[in-house]
């Protein structure tokens, strides 16, 4: 009998369309891989590629006739990268730290204190994030220049040290933990930040780490508020460094290339380092408001 449920024409048939699903779906997810993965490869390839490649032939050809490094070396050389490298680096560690630092506490009492007007205090806070920062950057602008912090590291990383997405995403992951726990720790004479800094943020680590990529890869990548609050190029930051490598080898896209690759390296590097805690931490509070 189970012989003949096994060779049963409908099993059959609904085995057969669920390989058949399964296979598109591949097909699918490759194709988008492929479309995704595409310019990056062709921006590998072409930084790959001697000066006597043409890289816009049709159809395009990535794997270089000669392979040649000395694309990189060129562009190290050409301006000052590890002033630049440097002044990223400062901003994106800072940037990181203090948003870990403020979102975490602004989100603490708003999931295990109770208070008048707490729910709308976060509605508040992240209402905020439908408003585009470029909105906002006149007034920032105009407050930075009064206190002094043009061409300055402060200028460039105190108007993004708290952000309405770090606050909701510890808020949400706070959230999800016991409150025995605080309870505990009271009567064992512990106070708020003893419980914030010993309790609770262990437990969160994961929502951290995804926090600290978030803002990792926005403090990296910046380009327009520094543009705006720096004129002294030996204040720029990486980003900047390309706009004007861009500017100054218009015709050489191997150098831009090789160059847009040197400032995405330290993001994909990052990123592969800290992945495995990436998913736990979206996904931490996700099923509880």
Same mark, same amino acid.
């Given at each position: 009998?189970? *012989?003949?449920? /096994? ?28 479309? &995704?993965? +595409?310019?990056?490869?062709?921006? !590998? ?8 490649? #043409? ?20 562009? &190290? ?9 440097? #002044?990223? =680096? =400062?901003?994106? =560690?800072?940037? /990181?730290?203090? @948003? /870990? ?11 295990? %204190? @109770?208070?008048?007007?707490? #729910? !709308? ?24 220049? @009064?206190? +002094? ?5 402060? +200028? ?19 959230? =999800? ?13 512990? #106070? $708020? ?17 995804? *926090? ?18 720096? $004129? ?31 400032? &995405? ?8 380092? *800290? ?5 736990? +931490?979206? %996904? ?6």
């Amino acid at each position: 009998m189970a *012989l003949t449920s /096994v060779n049963d024409p409908k099993t059959l048939r609904n085995r057969l369309i669920g390989i058949t699903k399964k296979i598109l779906t591949y097909i699918l997810l490759i194709l988008l891989t492929l479309f &995704m993965l +595409g310019p990056f490869l062709w921006l !590998v390839s072409t930084a790959l590629k001697s000066g006597g490649e #043409n890289i816009f032939q049709y159809p395009p050809k990535l794997i270089p006739e000669q392979l040649t490094f000395t694309n990189f070396v060129k562009v &190290m050389d050409t301006f000052p990268f590890w002033r630049y490298l440097f #002044n990223s =680096v =400062v901003v994106t =560690v800072f940037t /990181v730290f203090f @948003n /870990v630092l403020f979102c975490s506490l602004a989100a603490y009492p708003l999931a295990r %204190m @109770n208070f008048k007007g707490k #729910n !709308v205090i976060f509605i508040l806070i992240l209402s905020t994030m439908m408003i585009p920062f470029q909105l906002l950057m006149i007034p920032i602008y105009i407050m930075s220049l @009064n206190l +002094g912090l043009s061409n300055t590291y402060a +200028g460039m990383i105190l108007p993004h040290i708290t952000t309405a997405f770090g606050v909701f995403l510890m808020r949400q992951a706070f959230t =999800v933990i016991p409150k025995e726990l605080d309870e505990s720790a009271r009567m064992d004479g512990a #106070n $708020s930040f003893q419980i914030w800094l010993r309790i609770l943020m262990p437990l969160v680590k994961p929502s951290i780490i995804t *926090l600290v990529i978030f803002t990792f890869i926005s403090a990296w990548g910046d380009f327009l508020w520094p543009l705006i609050i720096v $004129s002294d190029q030996e204040m720029f930051t990486l980003p900047l460094g390309l706009n004007m490598l861009s500017g100054t080898f218009t015709s050489d896209w191997r150098l831009i290339a090789a160059g847009a690759i040197i400032s &995405m390296a330290p993001i994909i590097i990052f990123f592969l380092i *800290l992945q495995r805690h990436f998913i736990s +931490g979206v %996904m931490r509070g996700a099923v509880k408001g």
